[in-house]
């Protein structure tokens, strides 16, 4: 059989190519497995050896940490504050010998005072225990940071200095009191080399060989940055052997300029499990491999190969006898092959089945072309009929022996015989019509019928005239119900006609109607889009208009700038002059503005006495400057109000487009910050957004988030500040005073939480809690056998606008147990001297319960004697700035004798906050102040070092 077709054999080509596909595939497998593998176990050993790096730069980072924490300690004490103005020998001896900077492993030590001059500066060799000179051009180089000029309590310095003798950690801290507060006295320097010792010690610590040289020395290298490497510093990573390899990074000094070059070595494990995992796994594949091809050319053999060769060999019997009743025989697999064996079969009975079909077709064949509905006709080369079925009686009324070797015309309407004679004349010379025609034919009888014919020549055979066969319907209903439709549509085309022109003038009437209310639907949106009483744009429209804006400056790379425009102390004008000519001095403004603008720019009003302008396609930022100076010039001129001039400011802030923001909410809040940021500069100013502005929202809102949760964290303290008798020295009472210990800040200082949490309303709950918390703590002292003193707690004028106050403190007084006589309250001057409040008849109902009644920070504000003499107080509080300007100013000493003078006329006692010499003790002892305090006594302490202070000493001592 292979001889006579000449085929290729199924079996061994499939032998062939599967061998081939399987080698081919081990390979492919192989490489790409290798290639994936290995690049990954590279990236991963890189991964390992820069995070080793960031190990041992994190590592440096918590030295320097702990040595700025250390300096903060000592930059906020009293004794080093002291120092940094006399230089006390004292201090030196008990503080900085060499055991000290042994201690604080400290090379170095640097005191300075508020004129940025040496206080005391010593270096010290950790291994020979010996003071060494200090450089000479150590203060040169350290003054570009700025850390001898500074007076500024928050600065620090933390980082990496580079000397001539190697690199050095340095920090630095503002000397500052107890408490944090200034002025600045001057500032501490710390130092210790990065040297081999320290290299060392790291090494020991983490367990790895690190090494560090000078960039300086020429050992930067050339670092770039590594793919593997997320760290903020470039890392170059390096293969030293098989069994080893390296990282190098630069850490750069305070300057931000390179400064020594880390490096660490690590073994390479990573490197050697993934080689080996690669090569067991090739093994592995390869036996897969050869076990799965056995499978395949076994499966192939058994049930697909040798079927098809017993199938072909059974059809070619078939075909070569010509037995199309013998059917192949095939096993009961339900598979492709089966599949192809029946249809096979099934192919030879549909073979069978067809010449039946053909013997049956040619006799209904015959059956219809008698008996049909249709007449079937053939007519000879001149037209004369030469066969037509024997069904045309029923059709025509004639029989076929009427019709045989007549014209088919015969049968045809005289008015339709030339008709016929052009269809035949057509029909001869090939110019076929599909469709048929139609004519209408005499019956036999007389009757006219509709007939429809369709007429086809006959290919002739050679020798032979031409002839042509057709077919005959009757179409007389159709034809019959087309013609009365016919009449039909004419009378409904008279008809549409005569609506036609009825429905042309309706629509012109709705024409009208329609621009009717495209006018009313113009001023609606004109409504929608613009402000009622300027016409200007209002907020929807200007936002949209900068939306295309900010599409238009994209394409065309230019910036433009939003300006927020607020009209300063408008409601003094509303005030004065009444609403209706505010909205007069309003719509001029607005007037004023339009008119200096340019065409592609846009002023809207955004609501009251605020506009915003976009002004587009300028050159670069600075052109901004010009068009706010024009805005301002053009207000500064004076308003006519009732035949008067009126003079009007207004403060501008202004955010540019991509720099402050790339969409219209970001761009609107960074004008309005800018505007609030002129308005503290003095009004009738203008500010441009930077950075600054946005750090500070963004800080002002992240403290703002976490106070929200202060409480509930219990993240809140209160210390107490013990107040003094200022003639015997006796404890007389405590003031609390509220602390933020927050876990990632640390200790916030009240001046910053404070007035958020009054802008917020946190003040309510966080003031109640105070209050609770520090009555609780001095009944549990009057529980404990101590002598009942009086606790101070302050009120805000937030809380003070409640206008149930009084009832709050009546309820913490029951609820602590605690009697009121001991209880103080104070308010700051600014509260009591506030005209938006009833505060003396809110002082009075709480003086009704028996508290006291004290005013802090007296002297700061604008104080009313006449307002002052009706409030129920007990005590006045001297503000600290002027205690703090005794034996330094006339002036604050003069104010400060005239505020006990008044105190005494008036009746009540007076208490000096923030006293801390024993001049300003004894100048106040001297002017009969009744109550001290301050850091010269006790600083403010927590409630466990307060226990321990009225254990040691009982309450009536005198302090010594």
């Not at 050993?45 to 790096?53: G, N, Y």
């Not at 065409?599 to 010009?626: P, S, T, W, Y």
């Not at 002036?891 to 010499?917: F, H, P």
Request: net charge negative; glycine share 6%; charged share 25%.
């Amino acid at each position: 059989m292979g001889e006579k077709f000449k085929f290729k054999s199924l079996r061994k080509t499939t032998i062939i190519i599967l061998g081939v596909l399987l080698t081919v595939l081990i390979i492919a497998i192989y490489a790409l497995t290798s290639r994936i593998m290995m690049g990954s176990i590279e990236k991963i050993e890189s991964e390992d050896v820069i995070k080793h790096l960031d190990t041992v730069t994190k590592e440096i980072n918590n030295d320097i940490s702990l040595m700025s924490s250390v300096a903060q300690d000592w930059g906020a004490w009293d004794d080093t504050y002291a120092f940094a103005e006399d230089a006390n020998e004292t201090y030196v001896e008990n503080n900085l010998s060499e055991d000290a900077f042994a201690n604080l492993k400290m090379n170095l030590i640097i005191f300075t005072n508020d004129s940025g001059e040496y206080v005391f500066a010593e270096k010290l060799d950790l291994e020979s225990t010996k003071f060494e000179p200090v450089s000479s051009n150590l203060k040169e180089a350290l003054g570009k940071s700025g850390v001898f000029s500074n007076t500024d309590p928050d600065f620090k310095l933390n980082g990496i200095f580079m000397l001539p003798e190697g690199p050095m950690m340095i920090v630095s801290q503002p000397i500052l009191t107890n408490d944090l507060k200034g002025p600045v006295h001057g500032n501490l320097i710390f130092g210790r080399f990065l040297n081999n010792n320290q290299v060392s010690e790291l090494s020991e610590r983490l367990n790895m060989k690190i090494s560090m040289t000078s960039v300086g020395q020429g050992n930067q290298g050339n670092v770039k940055q590594s793919a593997a490497t997320s760290s903020e510093n470039s890392v170059v990573i390096n293969v030293i052997s098989d069994n080893w390899i390296s990282g190098k990074t630069i850490l750069k000094d305070i300057y931000g300029q390179p400064a020594v070059a880390l490096s660490v070595e690590i073994p390479r494990d990573i490197s050697q499990f993934g080689k080996t995992s690669v090569t067991y796994l090739l093994c592995v594949l390869v036996i897969v491999v050869l076990v799965f091809s056995v499978v395949i050319l076994v499966f192939l053999e058994k049930n697909i190969l040798s079927r098809l060769m017993k199938l072909s060999r059974d059809v070619l019997s078939i075909g070569e006898k010509g037995k199309n009743n013998k059917r192949l025989a095939h096993n009961n697999q339900k598979d492709e092959i089966y599949i192809l064996a029946a249809g096979i079969n099934e192919m030879l009975d549909k073979i069978e089945d067809s010449e039946k079909q053909v013997r049956q077709s040619e006799e209904k064949y015959r059956t219809f072309v008698e008996k049909g509905t249709e007449i079937i006709y053939s007519l000879d080369s001149e037209g004369a009929v030469s066969y037509i079925s024997p069904n045309c009686f029923d059709i025509l009324g004639y029989r076929y022996e009427d019709l045989i070797g007549r014209p088919f015309s015969f049968i045809m309407h005289q008015d339709d015989v030339v008709k016929w004679n052009e269809i035949f004349n057509d029909v001869k010379e090939f110019k076929a019509h599909n469709d048929g025609y139609e004519l209408r034919s005499v019956m036999k009888g007389g009757p006219i019928k509709w007939l429809k014919t369709k007429l086809s020549p006959v290919e002739g055979i050679q020798n032979q005239d031409a002839s042509y066969i057709g077919i005959l319907n009757d179409v007389n209903k159709r034809k019959l119900a087309e013609l009365a439709l016919k009449k039909a549509h004419d009378d409904l085309e008279t008809k549409v006609q005569e609506r036609t022109e009825e429905l042309s003038k309706t629509n012109d009437l709705l024409k009208n109607e329609i621009a009717e209310k495209e006018i009313i639907q113009e001023k609606i949106t004109h409504i929608a889009y613009h402000d009622y009483l300027t016409g200007l744009p209002n907020r929807q429209h200007f936002n949209e208009h900068v939306d295309q804006a900010i599409s238009a400056a994209r394409r065309a790379e230019k910036p433009f700038g939003i300006i927020f425009l607020d009209m300063d102390d408008f409601k003094m004008v509303n005030d004065t002059m009444g609403h209706e000519q505010g909205d007069e001095l309003l719509k001029e403004v607005a007037e004023r503005i339009s008119g200096i603008l340019r065409k592609e720019d846009m002023v809207a009003r955004f609501g009251g006495d605020e506009f915003i302008i976009l002004a587009q396609n300028l050159k670069d930022v600075e052109n901004i400057n010009v068009v706010v100076e024009k805005i301002i010039y053009c207000l500064s001129q004076p308003f006519k109000l009732k035949k008067q001039d009126f003079y009007l400011t207004a403060s501008v802030g202004v955010a540019m487009f991509p720099l402050d923001g790339e969409n219209v909410e970001t761009l609107l809040k960074n004008a309005d910050i800018a505007m609030y940021k002129a308005k503290e500069k003095g009004k009738n100013q203008y500010a441009l957004c930077n950075p600054l502005m946005k750090d500070k929202v963004t800080e002002v809102m992240k403290m703002t988030n976490h106070l929200y949760r202060a409480l509930e964290l219990d993240e809140l303290v209160v210390y107490y500040q013990p107040q003094v008798c200022c003639s015997t020295g006796r404890i007389t009472g405590f003031e609390a005073l509220l602390r933020w210990r927050h876990p990632e800040m640390g200790l916030v200082s009240p001046g910053k939480f404070i007035p958020i949490a009054e802008n917020t309303g946190l003040i309510v709950p966080i003031g109640e809690w105070v209050l609770r918390t520090a009555c609780m703590q001095n009944k549990k002292w009057h529980n404990e056998g101590y002598p009942h003193l009086r606790m101070a707690v302050n009120l805000s004028l937030v809380q003070m606008k409640r206008g149930n106050i009084s009832n709050d403190v009546q309820r913490i007084l029951t609820e602590t147990g605690l009697e009121p006589e001991f209880l103080e309250l104070e308010i700051t001057e600014s509260t009591a001297m506030n005209k938006d409040v009833h505060i003396v008849e809110v002082l009075n109902e709480i003086k009704k319960l028996g508290i006291t009644i004290s005013i802090d920070d007296f002297g700061t504000e604008h104080s009313s004697l006449n307002r002052l003499k009706e409030m129920p107080i007990d005590r006045i509080k001297i503000a600290m700035p002027f205690v703090h300007g005794i034996t330094i100013s006339d002036k604050d000493e003069a104010i400060t004798k005239t505020i006990i003078t008044l105190a005494q006329s008036l009746g009540v006692s007076t208490i000096a906050e923030g006293v801390e010499t024993k001049q300003q003790l004894e100048f106040l002892q001297k002017r009969m102040c009744d109550e001290i305090q301050g850091f010269f006594f006790y600083k403010p302490l927590p409630a466990e070092e307060i226990d321990v202070l009225l254990r040691s000493k009982c309450a009536g001592d005198t302090i010594k």
